[in-house]
């Protein structure tokens, strides 16, 4: 058994931490940027246009990769022989998926009655096959817990490749702004990831190791292709019922409102899987340090929320003008529940990394039939019912994943609201306040500064022995831990 300093685990952590967060928060910060300025030249139903093709990308990506970077990442001793058969695998299924994809774009035209889609279909679909030569060295890197060289590899990418949607989109080239911008991060993302990790594929291709790799993946794949679906059902469904405009509406207040939850989400996510996995045996070292995740991510997403409830209004007049406006009554209601997404996703990594792939299958199944039924229930009263309805399966989804992840390590639900109950009491003082305190001015700017200082103060001082205790986990006595 390898003996596994406790300080050098934490130290691990706290770089993954600190890189993730600066790869993705970075790169998230640019794209929102590079989105503010491309959605003042272009029209919502340019992003609707986008929006529409979005679930067929994400379908095929989650194809292409089969749950296999998953499978190597909790696989204690992968050789170089998993590795080149997973690469092997992705290259070849997405040049599958691409033909499937190229010749049924024009049957995607004809069901949202879009003729552009066609073409931007075809175009757009070349990512997939750029990005799947690159999946095998992002999960070498994470798998090695090297988040540096990501970040970095994010960064230039997104800095290198906003210039070509400006243009674009100043150019009056509309959609295809977007459908470029993504196509150049693709190829930019890939060829940095090729030049940051030496490593390179062999010619082997091996059947044993794909069986054992595809037992544990395919539920993950599975899985991943109910999530897919079902997460982008609503978005279907509007461009359908309704147009691209309203999608684009649709799209717009998903975005501003899920970018930071889901990027503080992804980076812990990013960082505890391989974590977790390498401490997967050790269930009392398991539980503390899941324990410890979802009380820092309850002290940052409860008031990130708050606040971008508080000034949905003049954020989105201010930085996309008055034509966004429609958007903020939708953003305000995935408010009201985006919260949970990253409580969600750690609960279901602790299922992964048990190697209950059968289980989240499961679960994924349950859950499903739950969306199903409440978008047949809600579709024909409209786009905010449909919200209603996501929200309630939201809640009922938390409590599903909490019950059998809890049982796993022994953190069930009702610890996990008990050790959440406090931020969530100390936000809704907080931002109570800010509202009662803040400036309510004709000038947005004054409006967001206000809320926003207001708010975070109040909450901080609220909360100040926890975050006092817990800015110092990473700086400890050394321990040792068997794992």
């Not at 674009?168 to 509309?174: N, Q, S, V, Y």
């Not at 030049?195 to 991943?224: A, H, Q, V």
């Not at 008031?303 to 209004?313: D, H, R, V």
């Not at 609201?417 to 936000?427: G, N, R, S, V």
Request: charged share 15%.
């Amino acid at each position: 058994m390898e003996r596994l300093h406790i300080h050098t685990l934490k130290k691990q952590t706290m770089s993954g931490v600190v890189w993730n967060s600066i790869g993705l928060l970075g790169t998230q910060g640019i794209q929102f940027a590079v989105g503010i300025v491309m959605a003042r030249l272009l029209l919502p139903a340019d992003f609707g246009l986008v929006g529409m093709l979005s679930i067929f990308i994400m379908i095929s990506q989650s194809f292409i990769d089969s749950g296999f970077g998953q499978a190597l990442i909790r696989k204690a001793d992968a050789t170089e022989q998993d590795y080149s058969t997973v690469f092997i695998f992705n290259i070849i299924v997405s040049l599958a998926v691409y033909i499937v994809l190229y010749l049924s774009a024009p049957l995607i035209s004809i069901f949202y009655r879009e003729p552009q889609l066609t073409g931007i279909a075809r175009i757009t679909s070349l990512s997939l096959i750029i990005n799947a030569f690159g999946l095998i060295h992002k999960t070498v890197f994470t798998k090695k817990m090297v988040f540096k060289a990501q970040a970095l590899i994010s960064l230039l990418s997104s800095v290198l490749c906003a210039p070509v949607g400006i243009y674009l989109a100043f150019c009056g080239k509309g959609v295809w702004a977007l459908v470029f911008q993504s196509l150049a991060s693709s190829l930019v993302n890939t060829v940095l990831l090729w030049f940051f990790n030496r490593w390179r594929p062999t010619l082997i291709f091996c059947k044993k190791t794909f069986d054992e790799m595809f037992s544990f993946g395919s539920k993950l794949l599975l899985s991943g292709l109910l999530d897919t679906v079902y997460s982008n059902l609503s978005q279907i469904i509007i461009g359908k019922v309704f147009n691209a405009e309203s999608l684009g509406f649709y799209t717009r207040a998903y975005q501003l409102q899920a970018l930071p939850v889901q990027s503080i989400s992804q980076v812990v996510q990013n960082v505890t899987y391989p974590l977790y996995s390498k401490i997967q045996t050790d269930k009392p070292l398991l539980k503390s340090g899941f324990k410890t995740t979802s009380k820092m991510l309850a002290f940052l997403i409860f008031p990130i929320c708050a606040t971008l409830y508080l000034i949905a209004e003049p954020f989105i007049r201010l930085l996309l003008t008055e034509k966004w406006l429609p958007s903020v009554p939708i953003m305000k209601l995935f408010l009201l529940f985006g919260w949970l997404y990253p409580f969600h996703a750690i609960n279901l990594n602790i299922i992964k990394v048990g190697g209950r792939s059968d289980l989240f299958l499961r679960l994924e199944i349950i859950k499903k039939v739950l969306v199903t039924i409440s978008l047949a229930a809600t579709v024909p009263f409209g786009i905010f019912p449909m919200i209603y309805g996501q929200m309630v399966c939201s809640v009922i989804a938390y409590f599903i994943n909490t019950y059998y992840s809890g049982r796993m390590i022994g953190y069930h639900w009702t610890e996990q609201i008990k050790d959440m109950a406090p931020f969530f009491a100390a936000t809704g003082l907080a931002f109570a306040a800010a509202e009662l305190i803040a400036v309510h001015s004709k000038n947005d700017v004054v409006n967001i500064i206000t809320v926003f200082f207001a708010g975070t103060v109040t909450y901080l001082a609220l909360t100040y022995k926890f975050w006092r205790k817990e800015s110092r986990l990473f700086f400890g006595k050394k321990e040792e831990v068997q794992i």
